[in-house]
């Protein structure tokens, strides 16, 4: 109860998303809650073309991740295309402190931030039950 | 210093082989190649082009530019519907792997992080390292000598000349100069503005005062800049001015050279000096 009020204060809307958006953000957004609440997870970025929302245990490094998790996700389409390897489904990457977990569903962008030693496999696969749906 | 440049080789060579056997082991790897920090290529395999490689750091650097926040980028991994991307950090060396959709990541994995390591313990023993001894040096001192593989071959002369081993250890200056232009391998960057003259590249101090060195310091005016397609031009060269700039292995030229050349931004270049 506590932890819900706390991620509730701490959560950051960007911008506002437009009123038409399909329940598939709203669904998103419940299992990014969901999953922050796991072990190790320290927060998250969900962007799509029209808002974001990030939500992170440590709002000093707002910014900072989310350059980061752009230009991880724009670095990885050119890597795709220079090596000919279609379309990206998920992209790790591991710093000295904290990894990081991106993809794309409904053509919303998401990182994921958890401590080092976090298993992103379980995460990745509540992502992706969604993104089937 | 030429001793330097076949330590270099030597590194480059076994650090090439090693990748070749990494690839018959997972045959499912379909590039690998590794840089240093500073975008210098230190090994690849034959099906990957430079100008790829060159691409890819340049892609690369854009992460680790904003990775502070989590401290630095120790591994990547980008999977998509093809195959996958690997790079991984070894000491201050990347080493990227790409593979098939085939290949199991965990055996390419043990290969990649067993092996790459133990053959740099093992060169570092053997050999005294000259990357280490770079590594040493402060970033704008890094420049990008890169060791091409393909130089490899020709080592013989260079043992014939400088036979003791132990003048590896030795600072730069007690060895002897080259009358031979030794090239550097340069990353193109735009360099604009009105009062730029349309003639004249920008290249680091470093490289500038290094090549003096060798030259008897005879000033360096002029240098001679070739592309991997073969196309070459002689034009003036002056230090960087942009510290940004300095250090990182950078060409910085204006459009009118770059039209000639036939080039672009982040593609790589031979530059070497021109004695008058």
């Known amino acids: 109860m506590g932890k819900k009020k706390k991620s509730a204060q701490n959560a950051a809307t960007v911008a506002e998303p437009v009123a038409v958006e399909a329940t598939s953000s709203n669904d998103l957004r419940a299992c990014l809650e969901e999953i922050k609440g796991y072990k190790g997870v320290i927060g998250y970025i969900l962007r799509s073309s029209a808002s974001a929302t990030i939500d992170l245990k440590d709002p000093t490094k707002l910014i900072d991740y989310a350059v980061l998790s752009s230009s991880a996700l724009d670095a990885a389409d050119e890597f795709s295309e220079l090596f000919k390897l279609g379309k990206i489904k998920n992209i790790v990457v591991e710093g000295k402190d904290v990894k990081k977990l991106s993809l794309t569903i409904h053509e919303k962008r998401i990182s994921v931030f958890m401590e080092k030693n976090t298993d992103c496999e379980k995460i990745l696969k509540r992502l992706r039950a969604l993104g089937q749906n | ?276």
């Open chain 2, 1 to 276: 210093m030429e001793l330097k440049h076949m330590d270099n080789e030597v590194y480059s060579f076994a650090l090439k082989s090693t990748l070749d056997e990494i690839r018959n082991v997972c045959p499912d790897i379909e590039n690998s190649f590794m840089f240093k920090e500073n975008g210098e290529i230190i090994a690849r395999d034959e099906s990957t082009p430079e100008k790829v490689i060159v691409q890819v750091v340049d892609a690369f650097d854009s992460i680790t530019e904003k990775a502070d926040a989590i401290g630095g980028v120790e591994c990547m991994t980008i999977e998509c519907n093809k195959g996958s991307v690997n790079v991984i950090c070894i000491d201050d060396l990347y080493l990227v792997t790409v593979t098939s959709t085939k290949a199991d990541l965990n055996h390419v994995n043990i290969a990649t992080r067993v092996l790459i390591p133990t053959v740099l313990k093992l060169l570092e023993k053997i050999h005294p390292a000259p990357l280490k001894k770079e590594r040493a040096l402060p970033t704008s001192e890094a420049r990008p000598e890169i060791p091409a593989a393909e130089e490899a071959e020709e080592p013989a002369e260079v043992s014939g000349e400088e036979p003791k081993k132990e003048e590896v250890e030795e600072p730069l200056e007690s060895e002897p100069s080259l009358p031979e232009p030794s090239a550097n391998q340069l990353i193109v960057e735009d360099l604009q503005g009105f009062l730029v003259p349309s003639d004249i590249v920008r290249i680091d101090s470093e490289t500038l005062s290094e090549w003096e060195k060798l030259y008897d310091d005879r000033r360096i005016e002029e240098v001679e800049v070739e592309t991997f397609d073969g196309k070459s031009t002689q034009c003036k060269v002056i230090p960087i001015k942009d510290w940004k700039y300095e250090g990182k292995g950078i060409i910085r030229m204006p459009e009118k050279i770059q039209i000639t050349l036939e080039i672009k931004k982040g593609e790589l270049v031979r530059v070497k000096p021109i004695i008058k």
